[in-house]
Protein backbone atom coordinates (compact mmCIF):
# COMPACT_ATOMS: atom_id res chain seq x y z
CA UNK A 1 0.00 0.00 0.00
CA UNK A 2 2.28 2.51 1.13
CA UNK A 3 4.07 1.62 -2.61
CA UNK A 4 1.49 2.54 -4.60
CA UNK A 5 0.78 5.44 -2.47
CA UNK A 6 3.99 6.63 -3.32
CA UNK A 7 3.41 6.28 -6.83
CA UNK A 8 0.40 7.86 -6.94
CA UNK A 9 1.98 11.11 -5.44
CA UNK A 10 4.64 10.25 -7.65
CA UNK A 11 2.08 10.15 -10.59
CA UNK A 12 0.27 13.57 -9.47
CA UNK A 13 2.95 15.76 -8.69
CA UNK A 14 5.68 14.70 -11.21
CA UNK A 15 4.27 12.28 -13.84
CA UNK A 16 1.49 13.71 -14.92
CA UNK A 17 2.91 17.49 -15.06
CA UNK A 18 5.88 16.44 -16.44
CA UNK A 19 3.84 14.78 -19.96
CA UNK A 20 1.86 17.54 -19.83
CA UNK A 21 4.54 20.27 -20.09
CA UNK A 22 7.06 18.00 -21.99
CA UNK A 23 4.34 17.47 -24.67
CA UNK A 24 3.74 21.43 -24.91
CA UNK A 25 7.55 22.09 -25.01
CA UNK A 26 7.78 19.28 -27.61
CA UNK A 27 4.73 20.86 -29.68
CA UNK A 28 6.86 23.67 -29.55
CA UNK A 29 10.53 22.70 -30.29
CA UNK A 30 9.29 21.23 -33.18
CA UNK A 31 8.17 24.45 -34.14
CA UNK A 32 11.64 25.61 -33.46
CA UNK A 33 13.80 22.53 -35.68
CA UNK A 34 11.52 22.73 -38.49
CA UNK A 35 13.02 26.28 -38.87
CA UNK A 36 16.42 25.28 -38.80
CA UNK A 37 16.17 22.18 -40.41
CA UNK A 38 14.47 24.32 -43.64
CA UNK A 39 15.92 27.80 -43.51
CA UNK A 40 19.09 26.77 -41.57
CA UNK A 41 18.36 29.41 -38.63
CA UNK A 42 17.74 29.67 -35.05
CA UNK A 43 14.21 31.74 -34.78
CA UNK A 44 14.80 33.46 -31.43
CA UNK A 45 10.98 34.68 -32.00
CA UNK A 46 9.71 31.63 -31.60
CA UNK A 47 8.39 31.99 -27.97
CA UNK A 48 6.94 35.51 -28.86
CA UNK A 49 5.15 33.38 -32.31
CA UNK A 50 3.83 31.49 -29.62
CA UNK A 51 2.64 34.15 -27.58
CA UNK A 52 1.20 35.99 -30.90
CA UNK A 53 -0.82 33.13 -31.65
CA UNK A 54 -2.27 32.33 -28.31
CA UNK A 55 -2.96 36.05 -27.93
CA UNK A 56 -5.35 35.59 -30.97
CA UNK A 57 -6.93 32.89 -29.33
CA UNK A 58 -7.43 34.35 -26.22
CA UNK A 59 -9.11 37.58 -27.80
CA UNK A 60 -11.01 35.04 -30.14
CA UNK A 61 -12.07 33.11 -26.85
CA UNK A 62 -13.18 36.22 -25.10
CA UNK A 63 -15.80 37.54 -27.51
CA UNK A 64 -16.52 33.68 -27.74
CA UNK A 65 -17.71 34.17 -24.31
CA UNK A 66 -19.54 37.44 -24.30
CA UNK A 67 -21.83 36.17 -27.16
CA UNK A 68 -21.93 32.49 -25.14
CA UNK A 69 -20.41 30.16 -27.69
CA UNK A 70 -19.49 27.18 -26.23
CA UNK A 71 -17.85 23.90 -26.08
CA UNK A 72 -19.39 22.22 -23.70
CA UNK A 73 -16.99 20.45 -20.97
CA UNK A 74 -13.51 21.41 -23.12
CA UNK A 75 -12.31 24.97 -23.40
CA UNK A 76 -13.76 27.25 -25.69
CA UNK A 77 -10.07 28.26 -27.12
CA UNK A 78 -10.22 25.12 -28.82
CA UNK A 79 -13.02 26.39 -31.46
CA UNK A 80 -10.88 29.91 -31.60
CA UNK A 81 -7.53 27.50 -32.69
CA UNK A 82 -8.15 27.57 -36.46
CA UNK A 83 -8.83 31.56 -36.30
CA UNK A 84 -5.20 32.00 -34.38
CA UNK A 85 -3.16 29.39 -36.56
CA UNK A 86 -4.31 31.21 -39.68
CA UNK A 87 -3.94 34.89 -38.02
CA UNK A 88 -0.38 33.66 -37.09
CA UNK A 89 0.43 31.84 -40.36
CA UNK A 90 -0.58 35.47 -42.18
CA UNK A 91 2.10 37.55 -39.93
CA UNK A 92 5.13 34.62 -40.04
CA UNK A 93 4.69 34.68 -44.09
CA UNK A 94 4.66 38.74 -43.79
CA UNK A 95 7.51 38.80 -41.88
CA UNK A 96 8.82 36.37 -43.98
CA UNK A 97 8.03 38.05 -47.41
CA UNK A 98 9.40 41.96 -45.59
CA UNK A 99 12.14 40.51 -44.04
CA UNK A 100 13.66 37.13 -43.84
CA UNK A 101 13.33 36.70 -48.12
CA UNK A 102 15.77 39.78 -48.06
CA UNK A 103 18.48 37.70 -46.56
CA UNK A 104 17.54 35.08 -48.32
CA UNK A 105 18.47 36.40 -51.63
CA UNK A 106 21.73 37.88 -49.73
CA UNK A 107 22.70 34.11 -48.96
CA UNK A 108 23.18 35.31 -45.59
CA UNK A 109 25.39 33.87 -42.81
CA UNK A 110 23.32 31.86 -40.06
CA UNK A 111 24.29 34.21 -37.68
CA UNK A 112 22.84 36.98 -39.74
CA UNK A 113 19.48 35.48 -39.71
CA UNK A 114 19.63 34.54 -36.22
CA UNK A 115 20.25 38.26 -35.56
CA UNK A 116 17.42 38.95 -37.21
CA UNK A 117 15.01 37.04 -35.75
CA UNK A 118 15.97 38.88 -32.41
CA UNK A 119 14.73 41.40 -33.97
CA UNK A 120 11.70 40.11 -35.09
CA UNK A 121 11.34 38.99 -31.37
CA UNK A 122 11.36 42.01 -30.06
CA UNK A 123 8.93 43.51 -32.63
CA UNK A 124 6.06 40.73 -32.09
CA UNK A 125 6.99 41.30 -28.27
CA UNK A 126 6.20 44.57 -28.55
CA UNK A 127 3.07 44.06 -30.45
CA UNK A 128 2.17 41.67 -28.18
CA UNK A 129 2.46 43.29 -25.61
CA UNK A 130 0.32 46.48 -27.28
CA UNK A 131 -2.59 44.95 -27.80
CA UNK A 132 -3.51 42.76 -24.47
CA UNK A 133 -0.76 44.30 -22.53
CA UNK A 134 1.59 42.05 -20.38
CA UNK A 135 -0.65 41.24 -17.81
CA UNK A 136 -1.47 37.23 -16.80
CA UNK A 137 -4.65 36.53 -18.67
CA UNK A 138 -6.90 33.32 -18.08
CA UNK A 139 -8.78 32.29 -20.57
CA UNK A 140 -9.74 28.79 -19.35
CA UNK A 141 -13.16 27.62 -19.01
CA UNK A 142 -15.69 24.74 -19.55
CA UNK A 143 -15.01 21.07 -17.09
CA UNK A 144 -11.52 21.92 -15.10
CA UNK A 145 -10.98 18.05 -14.21
CA UNK A 146 -11.11 14.89 -15.67
CA UNK A 147 -10.88 13.05 -13.02
CA UNK A 148 -10.50 14.80 -9.09
CA UNK A 149 -8.30 14.03 -5.97
CA UNK A 150 -11.32 13.51 -3.77
CA UNK A 151 -12.83 11.20 -6.88
CA UNK A 152 -9.88 9.63 -7.06
CA UNK A 153 -10.20 8.82 -3.43
CA UNK A 154 -13.26 7.58 -3.49
CA UNK A 155 -12.66 5.25 -6.45
CA UNK A 156 -9.52 3.65 -5.51
CA UNK A 157 -9.55 3.76 -1.20
CA UNK A 158 -6.01 5.19 -1.34
CA UNK A 159 -4.83 7.67 1.14
CA UNK A 160 -3.46 9.55 -1.70
CA UNK A 161 -4.85 11.19 -4.60
CA UNK A 162 -4.79 11.75 -8.21
CA UNK A 163 -6.00 14.50 -10.14
CA UNK A 164 -5.80 14.60 -14.26
CA UNK A 165 -6.87 18.68 -15.34
CA UNK A 166 -8.75 18.21 -18.51
CA UNK A 167 -6.05 20.84 -19.97
CA UNK A 168 -3.30 18.20 -18.84
CA UNK A 169 -5.20 15.49 -20.88
CA UNK A 170 -6.27 17.70 -23.85
CA UNK A 171 -2.53 18.68 -24.20
CA UNK A 172 -1.45 15.09 -24.74
CA UNK A 173 -4.39 14.04 -26.66
CA UNK A 174 -3.69 17.03 -29.15
CA UNK A 175 0.06 16.55 -29.15
CA UNK A 176 -0.21 13.33 -30.12
CA UNK A 177 -2.80 13.99 -33.44
CA UNK A 178 -0.57 16.96 -34.41
CA UNK A 179 2.62 14.79 -33.92
CA UNK A 180 0.71 11.70 -36.06
CA UNK A 181 -0.26 14.29 -38.93
CA UNK A 182 3.13 16.25 -39.07
CA UNK A 183 5.20 12.79 -39.75
CA UNK A 184 2.52 11.83 -41.82
CA UNK A 185 2.76 14.71 -43.67
CA UNK A 186 6.39 14.30 -43.70
CA UNK A 187 7.32 11.24 -44.99
CA UNK A 188 4.45 10.37 -46.86
CA UNK A 189 3.07 13.73 -48.94
CA UNK A 190 5.05 14.73 -51.98
CA UNK A 191 5.29 18.23 -50.25
CA UNK A 192 6.74 16.76 -47.24
CA UNK A 193 8.96 14.82 -48.74
CA UNK A 194 10.40 17.78 -50.89
CA UNK A 195 10.77 19.56 -47.31
CA UNK A 196 12.65 16.87 -46.16
CA UNK A 197 14.73 16.49 -49.27
CA UNK A 198 15.42 20.36 -48.76
CA UNK A 199 15.99 20.28 -45.74
CA UNK A 200 19.00 17.72 -46.53
CA UNK A 201 20.64 18.48 -49.20
CA UNK A 202 19.87 21.99 -50.65
CA UNK A 203 21.51 22.47 -54.02
CA UNK A 204 20.30 18.95 -54.86
CA UNK A 205 16.62 19.82 -53.92
CA UNK A 206 16.68 23.55 -56.29
CA UNK A 207 18.20 21.05 -59.00
CA UNK A 208 15.88 18.68 -58.92
CA UNK A 209 13.35 21.09 -59.42
CA UNK A 210 11.82 22.02 -55.70
CA UNK A 211 10.29 25.40 -55.62
CA UNK A 212 12.21 27.25 -52.50
CA UNK A 213 9.86 29.74 -51.69
CA UNK A 214 7.09 27.02 -51.58
CA UNK A 215 9.38 25.03 -49.36
CA UNK A 216 9.49 27.96 -47.21
CA UNK A 217 6.13 28.88 -47.35
CA UNK A 218 4.80 25.12 -46.83
CA UNK A 219 7.44 25.84 -43.73
CA UNK A 220 6.26 28.67 -42.20
CA UNK A 221 2.04 27.71 -42.27
CA UNK A 222 3.32 24.67 -40.63
CA UNK A 223 5.43 26.41 -37.74
CA UNK A 224 2.31 28.87 -37.31
CA UNK A 225 0.03 26.08 -36.38
CA UNK A 226 2.65 24.23 -34.33
CA UNK A 227 3.44 27.45 -32.51
CA UNK A 228 -0.25 28.53 -31.79
CA UNK A 229 -0.93 25.32 -30.78
CA UNK A 230 1.54 24.75 -28.04
CA UNK A 231 1.59 28.34 -26.94
CA UNK A 232 -2.79 27.66 -26.55
CA UNK A 233 -2.08 24.25 -24.54
CA UNK A 234 0.20 26.04 -22.19
CA UNK A 235 -1.59 29.06 -21.91
CA UNK A 236 -4.90 26.98 -20.88
CA UNK A 237 -2.28 24.51 -18.65
CA UNK A 238 -1.00 27.47 -16.81
CA UNK A 239 -1.96 31.25 -18.04
CA UNK A 240 -1.03 33.38 -20.68
CA UNK A 241 1.38 36.23 -19.49
CA UNK A 242 3.67 37.64 -22.71
CA UNK A 243 6.81 37.60 -20.69
CA UNK A 244 6.19 33.53 -19.45
CA UNK A 245 6.31 32.83 -23.53
CA UNK A 246 9.55 34.34 -24.04
CA UNK A 247 11.32 32.89 -21.34
CA UNK A 248 9.93 29.58 -22.90
CA UNK A 249 13.01 30.52 -25.35
CA UNK A 250 15.42 28.75 -23.21
CA UNK A 251 13.65 25.08 -22.41
CA UNK A 252 12.32 25.24 -26.02
CA UNK A 253 15.76 25.55 -27.86
CA UNK A 254 17.24 22.74 -25.01
CA UNK A 255 15.12 20.68 -26.01
CA UNK A 256 15.22 20.92 -29.97
CA UNK A 257 19.40 21.34 -28.78
CA UNK A 258 18.95 17.81 -27.15
CA UNK A 259 17.40 16.25 -29.47
CA UNK A 260 19.37 17.14 -32.14
CA UNK A 261 18.39 20.70 -33.82
CA UNK A 262 16.81 19.72 -37.46
CA UNK A 263 15.42 16.40 -36.14
CA UNK A 264 11.57 16.30 -35.59
CA UNK A 265 11.96 12.84 -33.35
CA UNK A 266 14.74 14.79 -31.66
CA UNK A 267 12.71 17.86 -30.47
CA UNK A 268 10.03 15.71 -29.03
CA UNK A 269 12.18 13.69 -27.19
CA UNK A 270 14.19 16.56 -25.43
CA UNK A 271 10.73 17.94 -24.85
CA UNK A 272 10.27 15.56 -22.51
CA UNK A 273 13.56 15.40 -21.52
CA UNK A 274 13.83 18.93 -20.54
CA UNK A 275 10.11 18.62 -19.06
CA UNK A 276 10.93 15.77 -16.94
CA UNK A 277 13.99 17.29 -15.50
CA UNK A 278 13.05 20.45 -15.22
CA UNK A 279 9.81 18.85 -12.70
CA UNK A 280 11.79 16.67 -10.89
CA UNK A 281 14.56 18.71 -9.91
CA UNK A 282 12.23 21.26 -8.75
CA UNK A 283 9.92 18.98 -7.29
CA UNK A 284 9.77 18.63 -3.12
CA UNK A 285 10.17 14.66 -2.65
CA UNK A 286 9.81 14.52 0.94
CA UNK A 287 6.09 13.09 0.05
CA UNK A 288 7.01 10.30 -2.08
CA UNK A 289 10.23 9.32 0.11
CA UNK A 290 7.70 9.30 3.14
CA UNK A 291 5.87 6.63 1.39
CA UNK A 292 8.36 5.14 -0.35
CA UNK A 293 11.23 4.44 2.43
CA UNK A 294 11.15 2.46 5.90
CA UNK A 295 10.07 4.59 8.61
CA UNK A 296 13.91 4.88 10.15
CA UNK A 297 15.12 6.44 6.66
CA UNK A 298 12.45 9.25 6.78
CA UNK A 299 13.64 12.50 5.61
CA UNK A 300 12.87 15.56 7.68
CA UNK A 301 13.78 18.30 5.03
CA UNK A 302 11.51 18.78 1.64
CA UNK A 303 14.48 17.16 -0.14
CA UNK A 304 13.77 19.65 -3.06
CA UNK A 305 16.58 20.20 -5.76
CA UNK A 306 16.16 23.59 -6.50
CA UNK A 307 13.48 25.83 -6.01
CA UNK A 308 11.18 26.30 -8.92
CA UNK A 309 12.95 29.78 -9.33
CA UNK A 310 15.72 28.05 -10.97
CA UNK A 311 13.76 25.81 -13.11
CA UNK A 312 15.20 27.31 -16.10
CA UNK A 313 18.44 26.33 -14.76
CA UNK A 314 17.83 22.98 -15.46
CA UNK A 315 17.66 23.50 -18.70
CA UNK A 316 20.48 25.63 -19.15
CA UNK A 317 22.73 22.86 -17.09
CA UNK A 318 21.19 19.84 -19.77
CA UNK A 319 22.17 22.07 -22.34
CA UNK A 320 25.47 22.74 -21.51
CA UNK A 321 25.96 19.11 -20.89
CA UNK A 322 25.21 18.78 -24.35
CA UNK A 323 27.29 21.06 -26.09
CA UNK A 324 30.09 19.53 -24.40
CA UNK A 325 30.04 15.89 -24.62
CA UNK A 326 26.99 15.07 -28.18
CA UNK A 327 26.83 18.51 -29.95
CA UNK A 328 24.46 16.96 -32.31
CA UNK A 329 21.97 16.31 -29.44
CA UNK A 330 20.59 12.64 -28.79
CA UNK A 331 19.27 11.93 -32.09
CA UNK A 332 22.28 13.50 -34.16
CA UNK A 333 20.27 16.29 -36.04
CA UNK A 334 20.49 18.27 -39.11
CA UNK A 335 18.21 17.15 -41.72
CA UNK A 336 14.11 16.23 -41.23
CA UNK B 1 20.83 24.77 -78.65
CA UNK B 2 22.63 26.67 -75.50
CA UNK B 3 25.04 29.55 -76.21
CA UNK B 4 27.09 30.94 -73.66
CA UNK B 5 27.95 34.67 -74.47
CA UNK B 6 31.45 36.30 -72.90
CA UNK B 7 30.57 35.01 -69.74
CA UNK B 8 32.72 36.12 -66.21
CA UNK B 9 32.53 34.56 -63.01
CA UNK B 10 35.17 36.21 -60.61
CA UNK B 11 35.42 35.09 -56.60
CA UNK B 12 36.71 38.30 -55.30
CA UNK B 13 39.74 39.01 -57.38
CA UNK B 14 39.80 35.96 -58.99
CA UNK B 15 38.49 35.36 -62.34
CA UNK B 16 37.34 31.54 -61.77
CA UNK B 17 35.51 32.03 -65.72
CA UNK B 18 37.06 34.48 -67.54
CA UNK B 19 35.33 35.92 -70.91
CA UNK B 20 33.98 31.99 -72.31
CA UNK B 21 32.00 32.03 -75.35
CA UNK B 22 31.02 28.51 -76.60
CA UNK B 23 27.44 27.22 -78.24
CA UNK B 24 26.31 23.63 -77.51
CA UNK B 25 24.81 22.66 -80.67
CA UNK B 26 21.03 20.71 -80.59
CA UNK B 27 21.69 17.09 -80.24
CA UNK B 28 25.13 16.68 -79.74
CA UNK B 29 27.83 14.97 -76.96
CA UNK B 30 29.82 17.95 -76.49
CA UNK B 31 33.19 17.09 -74.28
CA UNK B 32 34.86 20.08 -71.94
CA UNK B 33 38.25 19.27 -71.33
CA UNK B 34 40.83 21.48 -69.23
CA UNK B 35 43.46 21.07 -66.28
CA UNK B 36 41.98 21.05 -62.69
CA UNK B 37 41.26 24.63 -61.71
CA UNK B 38 40.03 25.75 -65.31
CA UNK B 39 36.60 26.75 -64.58
CA UNK B 40 34.67 24.12 -65.96
CA UNK B 41 32.76 23.07 -63.03
CA UNK B 42 32.05 26.87 -62.29
CA UNK B 43 31.24 27.13 -66.29
CA UNK B 44 28.26 24.71 -65.14
CA UNK B 45 27.46 26.38 -62.10
CA UNK B 46 26.88 29.58 -63.72
CA UNK B 47 24.54 28.03 -66.39
CA UNK B 48 23.10 25.98 -64.03
CA UNK B 49 21.84 28.66 -62.06
CA UNK B 50 23.67 27.96 -59.01
CA UNK B 51 25.87 30.87 -59.38
CA UNK B 52 25.09 34.27 -60.81
CA UNK B 53 27.77 35.85 -63.42
CA UNK B 54 29.28 38.46 -62.84
CA UNK B 55 29.14 39.22 -66.52
CA UNK B 56 27.66 37.44 -69.94
CA UNK B 57 24.57 36.20 -70.83
CA UNK B 58 23.22 32.71 -71.23
CA UNK B 59 20.84 31.36 -73.53
CA UNK B 60 18.70 28.48 -74.63
CA UNK B 61 17.15 28.18 -78.14
CA UNK B 62 17.57 32.41 -78.56
CA UNK B 63 15.91 32.82 -74.86
CA UNK B 64 17.77 33.99 -71.97
CA UNK B 65 18.36 32.19 -68.81
CA UNK B 66 20.85 33.92 -67.46
CA UNK B 67 20.83 33.74 -63.77
CA UNK B 68 17.09 31.76 -63.60
CA UNK B 69 16.94 29.53 -60.36
CA UNK B 70 17.87 26.07 -60.97
CA UNK B 71 14.29 24.65 -60.15
CA UNK B 72 13.14 26.96 -62.85
CA UNK B 73 15.98 25.78 -65.34
CA UNK B 74 15.17 22.42 -64.36
CA UNK B 75 11.30 23.10 -65.65
CA UNK B 76 13.07 24.01 -68.66
CA UNK B 77 15.01 20.49 -69.31
CA UNK B 78 18.26 21.75 -68.22
CA UNK B 79 19.92 19.28 -65.63
CA UNK B 80 23.42 19.02 -64.11
CA UNK B 81 24.95 16.37 -62.11
CA UNK B 82 27.71 17.33 -59.36
CA UNK B 83 31.43 16.66 -59.54
CA UNK B 84 31.10 15.49 -55.89
CA UNK B 85 28.01 13.27 -55.57
CA UNK B 86 24.91 15.04 -53.79
CA UNK B 87 22.16 12.84 -52.27
CA UNK B 88 19.45 12.78 -49.86
CA UNK B 89 21.46 10.77 -47.45
CA UNK B 90 18.16 10.38 -45.25
CA UNK B 91 16.07 8.61 -47.92
CA UNK B 92 16.75 5.05 -50.18
CA UNK B 93 17.96 5.58 -53.29
CA UNK B 94 14.52 4.77 -54.73
CA UNK B 95 13.42 7.72 -53.45
CA UNK B 96 16.13 9.97 -54.21
CA UNK B 97 14.95 8.82 -58.09
CA UNK B 98 11.44 9.16 -57.45
CA UNK B 99 12.32 13.02 -55.56
CA UNK B 100 13.20 13.94 -59.44
CA UNK B 101 9.83 14.33 -61.22
CA UNK B 102 8.36 17.11 -59.29
CA UNK B 103 5.62 19.42 -60.07
CA UNK B 104 3.03 16.45 -59.64
CA UNK B 105 -0.21 16.22 -58.57
CA UNK B 106 1.19 15.52 -54.69
CA UNK B 107 2.54 18.72 -54.32
CA UNK B 108 -0.63 20.71 -53.74
CA UNK B 109 -1.98 19.83 -50.35
CA UNK B 110 -5.52 19.91 -51.02
CA UNK B 111 -4.60 16.88 -53.79
CA UNK B 112 -3.35 14.86 -50.94
CA UNK B 113 -7.17 14.10 -50.08
CA UNK B 114 -9.14 15.34 -52.70
CA UNK B 115 -7.36 13.30 -55.56
CA UNK B 116 -5.54 9.99 -53.76
CA UNK B 117 -5.98 7.83 -56.50
CA UNK B 118 -4.83 10.01 -58.86
CA UNK B 119 -1.75 10.53 -56.86
CA UNK B 120 -1.68 6.89 -56.06
CA UNK B 121 -1.28 6.38 -60.12
CA UNK B 122 1.43 8.90 -60.40
CA UNK B 123 3.77 6.86 -57.51
CA UNK B 124 3.25 3.81 -58.95
CA UNK B 125 4.31 4.74 -62.46
CA UNK B 126 7.14 7.17 -60.55
CA UNK B 127 8.10 3.75 -58.61
CA UNK B 128 7.96 1.94 -61.95
CA UNK B 129 10.56 4.02 -63.39
CA UNK B 130 12.70 4.84 -60.39
CA UNK B 131 13.03 0.90 -60.53
CA UNK B 132 13.87 0.77 -63.85
CA UNK B 133 16.36 3.39 -64.16
CA UNK B 134 17.97 1.53 -60.72
CA UNK B 135 17.93 -1.54 -62.70
CA UNK B 136 19.49 -0.13 -65.60
CA UNK B 137 22.28 1.28 -63.78
CA UNK B 138 22.42 -2.34 -62.24
CA UNK B 139 22.05 -1.45 -58.66
CA UNK B 140 18.77 -2.10 -58.25
CA UNK B 141 19.97 -4.05 -55.27
CA UNK B 142 20.54 -0.61 -53.33
CA UNK B 143 16.98 0.25 -53.99
CA UNK B 144 16.24 0.47 -50.50
CA UNK B 145 19.48 1.61 -49.12
CA UNK B 146 19.81 4.51 -47.78
CA UNK B 147 21.61 6.98 -49.92
CA UNK B 148 23.69 8.43 -47.96
CA UNK B 149 25.48 4.86 -46.90
CA UNK B 150 26.11 3.56 -50.25
CA UNK B 151 29.74 3.96 -51.99
CA UNK B 152 30.97 7.38 -53.38
CA UNK B 153 30.79 5.49 -57.11
CA UNK B 154 27.65 4.04 -56.26
CA UNK B 155 26.37 8.07 -55.99
CA UNK B 156 27.56 8.65 -59.30
CA UNK B 157 25.13 6.32 -60.77
CA UNK B 158 22.60 8.01 -58.52
CA UNK B 159 23.05 11.07 -60.14
CA UNK B 160 22.92 9.62 -63.65
CA UNK B 161 19.77 8.15 -62.81
CA UNK B 162 18.66 11.34 -61.87
CA UNK B 163 18.68 13.02 -65.33
CA UNK B 164 17.34 9.64 -66.79
CA UNK B 165 14.00 10.10 -64.72
CA UNK B 166 12.10 13.12 -66.84
CA UNK B 167 12.61 14.59 -69.98
CA UNK B 168 15.42 16.66 -70.28
CA UNK B 169 16.68 18.76 -72.96
CA UNK B 170 20.05 19.29 -72.39
CA UNK B 171 21.93 17.40 -69.68
CA UNK B 172 25.23 18.73 -68.20
CA UNK B 173 27.82 15.74 -66.60
CA UNK B 174 30.54 16.53 -64.27
CA UNK B 175 32.65 14.08 -64.46
CA UNK B 176 29.96 11.22 -63.91
CA UNK B 177 32.56 8.48 -64.74
CA UNK B 178 35.24 9.78 -62.02
CA UNK B 179 35.53 6.72 -59.29
CA UNK B 180 33.73 4.67 -61.26
CA UNK B 181 34.94 1.35 -62.59
CA UNK B 182 35.72 0.05 -65.86
CA UNK B 183 33.15 -2.12 -66.60
CA UNK B 184 30.71 0.17 -65.28
CA UNK B 185 32.22 3.16 -67.14
CA UNK B 186 31.49 1.43 -70.70
CA UNK B 187 27.36 0.68 -69.27
CA UNK B 188 27.63 4.71 -68.59
CA UNK B 189 29.37 5.35 -72.19
CA UNK B 190 26.06 3.38 -73.56
CA UNK B 191 23.79 5.03 -71.40
CA UNK B 192 24.54 8.35 -72.92
CA UNK B 193 24.87 7.08 -76.41
CA UNK B 194 21.44 5.76 -76.03
CA UNK B 195 19.66 8.61 -74.37
CA UNK B 196 21.85 11.09 -76.60
CA UNK B 197 20.51 8.85 -79.89
CA UNK B 198 17.32 7.95 -78.26
CA UNK B 199 15.54 10.20 -76.81
CA UNK B 200 17.28 13.08 -78.01
CA UNK B 201 19.28 14.61 -74.88
CA UNK B 202 22.19 17.23 -75.84
CA UNK B 203 25.37 16.09 -73.53
CA UNK B 204 28.15 18.24 -72.56
CA UNK B 205 30.20 16.11 -70.51
CA UNK B 206 33.39 17.51 -68.69
CA UNK B 207 35.78 14.24 -68.28
CA UNK B 208 39.73 13.73 -67.22
CA UNK B 209 39.48 10.20 -69.29
CA UNK B 210 40.86 11.19 -73.06
CA UNK B 211 39.23 7.49 -74.18
CA UNK B 212 36.11 7.98 -72.49
CA UNK B 213 35.86 11.29 -74.09
CA UNK B 214 37.26 9.79 -77.08
CA UNK B 215 34.41 7.50 -77.66
CA UNK B 216 31.47 9.69 -76.72
CA UNK B 217 32.05 13.82 -77.86
CA UNK B 218 32.45 15.43 -80.66
CA UNK B 219 33.15 18.52 -80.68
CA UNK B 220 35.66 18.86 -77.56
CA UNK B 221 36.29 22.09 -75.90
CA UNK B 222 39.09 22.42 -74.09
CA UNK B 223 39.69 25.43 -71.45
CA UNK B 224 41.97 26.64 -69.19
CA UNK B 225 42.55 29.36 -66.45
CA UNK B 226 38.55 30.42 -67.30
CA UNK B 227 38.63 30.80 -71.23
CA UNK B 228 37.79 28.51 -74.02
CA UNK B 229 41.63 27.14 -75.27
CA UNK B 230 39.96 25.24 -77.97
CA UNK B 231 37.31 23.38 -80.33
CA UNK B 232 37.37 20.73 -82.26
CA UNK B 233 37.16 17.23 -82.74
CA UNK B 234 39.30 15.02 -80.18
CA UNK B 235 42.11 14.42 -82.53
CA UNK B 236 42.15 18.36 -83.71
CA UNK B 237 42.26 19.28 -80.00
CA UNK B 238 44.88 16.37 -78.97
CA UNK B 239 47.25 18.12 -81.81
CA UNK B 240 46.68 21.74 -80.76
CA UNK B 241 49.91 23.08 -79.72
CA UNK B 242 48.02 25.53 -76.56
CA UNK B 243 46.14 22.36 -75.82
CA UNK B 244 49.24 20.46 -75.51
CA UNK B 245 50.95 23.02 -73.49
CA UNK B 246 48.00 24.10 -71.04
CA UNK B 247 46.75 20.36 -70.57
CA UNK B 248 47.70 17.50 -72.16
CA UNK B 249 51.73 17.41 -72.25
CA UNK B 250 54.29 17.01 -74.50
CA UNK B 251 54.11 13.23 -73.32
CA UNK B 252 50.92 12.74 -75.86
CA UNK B 253 52.25 14.91 -78.58
CA UNK B 254 56.18 12.60 -78.41
CA UNK B 255 53.77 9.59 -78.42
CA UNK B 256 51.57 10.76 -81.07
CA UNK B 257 54.31 11.34 -83.20
CA UNK B 258 56.30 8.53 -82.80
CA UNK B 259 52.76 6.75 -83.67
CA UNK B 260 52.96 9.00 -86.80
N1 LIG C 1 32.74 29.11 -54.61
C1 LIG C 1 34.01 29.44 -54.94
N2 LIG C 1 34.64 30.43 -54.27
C2 LIG C 1 35.90 30.77 -54.59
N3 LIG C 1 36.61 30.19 -55.56
C3 LIG C 1 36.05 29.23 -56.27
C4 LIG C 1 34.71 28.78 -56.00
N4 LIG C 1 34.39 27.80 -56.87
C5 LIG C 1 35.47 27.63 -57.64
N5 LIG C 1 36.47 28.48 -57.29
C6 LIG C 1 37.78 28.56 -57.92
O1 LIG C 1 37.60 28.64 -59.31
C7 LIG C 1 38.59 27.88 -59.99
C8 LIG C 1 37.94 26.97 -60.98
O2 LIG C 1 37.31 25.93 -60.28
P1 LIG C 1 36.47 24.82 -61.00
O3 LIG C 1 35.85 23.98 -59.93
O4 LIG C 1 35.55 25.45 -61.96
O5 LIG C 1 37.57 23.99 -61.75
P2 LIG C 1 37.40 22.73 -62.68
O6 LIG C 1 37.80 23.14 -64.05
O7 LIG C 1 36.09 22.12 -62.53
O8 LIG C 1 38.54 21.76 -62.09
P3 LIG C 1 38.52 20.18 -61.84
O9 LIG C 1 38.93 19.54 -63.10
O10 LIG C 1 39.55 20.00 -60.78
O11 LIG C 1 37.18 19.81 -61.38
C9 LIG C 1 39.41 27.15 -58.94
O12 LIG C 1 40.67 27.77 -58.82
C10 LIG C 1 38.60 27.31 -57.67
O13 LIG C 1 39.45 27.49 -56.57
MG1 LIG D 1 35.33 20.43 -61.74
Redesign the pocket.
Known sequence: MEIINALVVFANFVGIPAIAYGSQLALGALGVTLVYGVLRFSNFAHGDTMAFGTMIAVLCTWWMQSVGISFGPLPTALLSLPIAIFATALLLVAIDRMVYRFYRKQKSAPVIYLIVSLGVMFIMNGLVRFIIGPGDQRFFDGQRFIISVREFKALTGLKEGLAIKTTQGLTVVTAVIVVVILFWFLNKTRTGKSMRAFSDNEDLALLSGINPERVVLVTWLIVAALATIAGVLYGLDKSFKPFVYFQLLLPLFASAIVGGLGNPVGAIAGGFVIAFSEVTVTYAWKKVLVYALPDNLEPSSLVQLLTTDYKFAVSFVILVIVLLFRPTGLFRGKAL | MIKVENLH?H??G?H??DGASLEIAEGSITGLI????????????VIAGV?APTAGRVTLKGEDITGLPPHELFHRGVLRTF?IAHEFSSMTCRENLMMVPSGQSGEKIWNTWFARKKIAEEEEALRAKADEVLEFLTISHLADHKAGQVSGGQKKLLELGRTMMVDAKIVFL??VGAGVNRTLLNTIGDAIIRLNKERGYTFVV?E?DMDFIGRLCDPVIC?AE?KVLAEGTLDEIKANEHVIEAYLGTGLKNKQKGAA
Do not use: R, S, W, Y
Request: proline content about 4%; overall charge neutral.
Open positions: KFGFAVGPNGAGKTTLFNHQDEIHMG
